[in-house]
Antibody, heavy 122, light 108 residues
Framework: EVQLVESGGGLVKPGGSLRLSCAASGFTFSSYNMNWVRQAPGKGLEWVSSISSSSSYIYYADSVKGRLTISRDNAKNSLYLQMNSLRAEDTAVYYC???????????????WGQGTLVTVSS | EIVMTQSPATLSVSPGEGATLSCRASQSVSSNLAWYQQKPGQAPRLLIYGASIRATGIPARFSGSGSGTEFTLTISILQSEDFAVYYCQQYDNWPPLTFGGGTKVEIK
């Protein structure tokens, strides 16, 4: 069974840092492009970042560029999101989501993890 | 950036009835459009990609149509488990990948 399990969320003060992880299982992680998508409380979905299977290509939303860094460790079947200089508007549930097929960018998301909540507040 | 606009924001429907949800793109996205369903407290689930192709395991009562800038998700006969929020997402021109604001389908 394909599974994505996020962890690392929590309460952090403005300006602080946090590192999210996404543990993948049930598929050949190293073959798939991966993504982070977030959802502020009561709001819609916002794409955050994408990383190619070999980490050669990385993309960010303008709202997080320079503050959030996506990375992956294919040996550990894990995706990461390093979050620095956090702001109140970064408060959201962060989902990791897989590209649906290996090899090329399809850019829709299937499946999704269950999400981890990041709260930025003093 | 391509802006996705969904309407209506809320749709009140009785079980057993049909529902039609709309999604409009600010510029053509060809058929590069996906639909997701999200229930309270759950992650989104892929329903449709390529504007009209049902994802694995999605019931036939869900259908997608459209191309260019106008898209529709139709739920033919609403069942209790279909009451949820639905999002469209374009993947034609990126970054960024963009979502619509969502349509909540609620019980009438």
């Amino acid at each position: 069974e394909v599974q994505l399990v996020e962890s690392g969320g929590g309460l952090v003060k403005p300006g602080g840092s946090l590192r999210l992880s996404c543990a993948a299982s049930g598929f050949t992680f190293s073959s798939y492009n991966m993504n982070w998508v977030r959802q502020a409380p009561g709001k819609g979905l916002e794409w955050v970042s994408s990383i190619s299977s070999s980490s050669s290509y990385i993309y960010y939303a303008d709202s997080v560029k320079g503050r959030l860094t996506i990375s992956r460790d294919n040996a550990k079947n894990s995706l990461y999101l390093q979050m620095n200089s956090l702001r109140a508007e970064d408060t959201a549930v962060y989902y990791c989501a897989r590209d649906p097929s290996p090899g090329k960018y399809y850019n829709w998301f299937d499946p999704w993890g269950q999400g981890t909540l990041v709260t930025v507040s003093s | 950036e391509i802006v996705m606009t969904q309407s209506p924001a809320t749709l009140s429907v009785s079980p057993g009835e049909g529902a039609t949800l709309s999604c409009r793109a600010s510029q053509s996205v060809s058929s590069n459009l996906a639909w997701y369903q999200q229930k309270p407290g759950q992650a989104p689930r892929l329903l449709i990609y390529g504007a009209s192709i049902r994802a694995t395991g999605i019931p036939a009562r869900f259908s997608g149509s459209g191309s260019g800038t106008e898209f529709t998700l139709t739920i033919s006969i609403l069942q209790s488990e279909d009451f949820a929020v639905y999002y469209c997402q374009q993947y034609d021109n990126w970054p960024p990948l963009t979502f619509g604001g969502g349509t909540k389908v609620e019980i009438k």
